[in-house]
Every structure is written in structure tokens, then in C-alpha cells.
């Protein structure tokens, strides 16, 4: 599995837009894109995944570069709840994820 | 989403003892499955692959005869560790892909996670 880079903290103000970057350079062509997030002491929760195209769903948005070298997830309205740990992963349907140090997202009042 | 349960959710034993985690995926089948454990302050590293039907596949450095793997139905594998030290104390994580109706996986579910503590 390729691998990723994604700053280890970020702070976002609570209603504020929360956006997470994620390099990936050497992703390959079938690999997609997947983000997860874990609130401390509970398994990870899928939050959405993509291959070329932008994704949204009722969660986030995936914006993926036309390289596919780097994406993005945003949440649109960050709320103290969404106060985890995201991971961006890059992998091929079906094999394992590889999690790396993922960001640390702080949401303050 | 699919959901992915584990049983227990905490379980303190002692030195010595086996202990069994179960995995369930509730509303899918999976013919894989996968064994994760997370120690404190750290990311989670893959233990083991679990086969339906076959025997599960350990990651480098996992003792296959400490944590045995059963995954004897398309919705169920379990994790033994046996003769469990101190030092097994950690958060283990199970997780599955769903498939489309033409058997293309599509998402992977995590369970919730069992804390294991071993006194």
C-alpha cells in the first residue's frame, strides 16, 4: 500500500469548515482513497472514500488533485463531536489499511 | 453503514489465561476479515487476516500459536489469545469489507474494539 502523510494536529473552530490534507505521491492507479476517524477509545469509523472524482456524502467532502497525489476532506461545519483522529489511507479494494499517525483535529468553542 | 460488532467490549483475566474476542458482521457476509490491536497512544498495526474457511495469515512478528484465529462462518472470526501476559494488554480492533452484489469490495467496517487487560 502506498503511503501517506498528513500533518499530526490541526485545530478548527466549532462551526467553522475543518479542512484535512493528505499527501499520497505514489499512489498507484488502483488504489482509491479512504478516510476514517477515531474518537479516543473506540474503533475507526468509515467517513468516505474516492477514487479520482470529488466525493461527498452526508458526513464530508473528498477532493482528490487531478494527480490523485494529494486530497483533502473537509467537513463543512465542525462540531465538538468531530474532535478525533483522521486517517487518510490509500489502498486497493479489498486488501488490508495500512493506518499511519493520522491528524489529531482539535474543534474548539 | 454495515455494522461490525465485537464481544466483549473489556475484559480483564489473569496472567496465564486464554481469552476469546469474537467478531460479528451483522448485516453482511465477509469471507475476510481483519485483526488489528492498538497500543496506547499509538496507530493501529495489523495482527492477522482471517480466512473463511481456511487458515488466517499472520503479520511479521505476530505468534500464530498465541493468537489463534478462527473464522469458521461468513459472519463470524474470533481471536484466542492464549496465555495472555501483561504485555498482550491492548485494544483490538476487527474490521471487514462489504461487497456489491457482483462480489467487488466496496467499504471496510471497524468494530467497536475490545479492551483487553491482563492483570
Known amino acids: 500500500d502506498a503511503k501517506t502523510t498528513q500533518p499530526p494536529s490541526m485545530d478548527c473552530a466549532e462551526g467553522r469548515a475543518a479542512n484535512l490534507p493528505c499527501n499520497h505521491s505514489t499512489i498507484s492507479g488502483n488504489e482509491y482513497v479512504y478516510w476514517y476517524r477515531q474518537i479516543h477509545s473506540q474503533g475507526p469509523q468509515y467517513i468516505i472514500h474516492g477514487l479520482k472524482n470529488n466525493e461527498t456524502n452526508e458526513m464530508a467532502s473528498l477532493i482528490i488533485t487531478e494527480d490523485r497525489k494529494s486530497s483533502t476532506l473537509i467537513l463543512p461545519h465542525a462540531t465538538l463531536r468531530d474532535t478525533a483522529v483522521y486517517y487518510c489511507i490509500v489502498s486497493s479494494p479489498g486488501n488490508m489499511l495500512t493506518f499511519g499517525g493520522g491528524t489529531r483535529l482539535m474543534v474548539k468553542p | ?119
Not at chain 2, 8 to 29: A, H, M, N, W, Y
Not at chain 2, 54 to 72: C, M, P, R, W
Not at chain 2, 75 to 87: I, K, Q, R, W
Open chain 2, 1 to 119: 453503514g454495515a455494522v461490525v460488532s465485537q464481544h466483549p467490549s473489556r475484559v480483564i483475566c489473569k496472567s496465564g489465561t486464554s481469552v476469546k474476542i469474537e467478531c460479528r458482521s451483522l448485516d453482511f457476509q465477509a469471507t475476510t476479515m481483519f485483526w488489528y490491536r492498538q497500543f496506547p497512544k499509538q496507530s493501529l498495526m495489523l495482527m492477522a487476516t482471517s480466512n473463511e474457511g481456511s487458515k488466517a495469515t499472520y503479520e511479521q512478528g505476530v505468534e500464530k500459536d498465541k493468537f489463534l484465529i478462527n473464522h469458521a462462518s461468513l459472519t463470524l472470526s474470533t481471536l484466542t489469545v492464549t496465555s495472555a501476559h501483561p504485555e498482550d494488554s491492548s485494544f483490538y480492533i476487527c474490521s471487514a469489507w462489504t461487497s456489491n452484489v457482483v462480489g467487488v469490495r466496496e467499504t471496510q467496517y471497524f468494530g467497536p474494539g475490545t479492551r483487553l487487560l491482563v492483570l
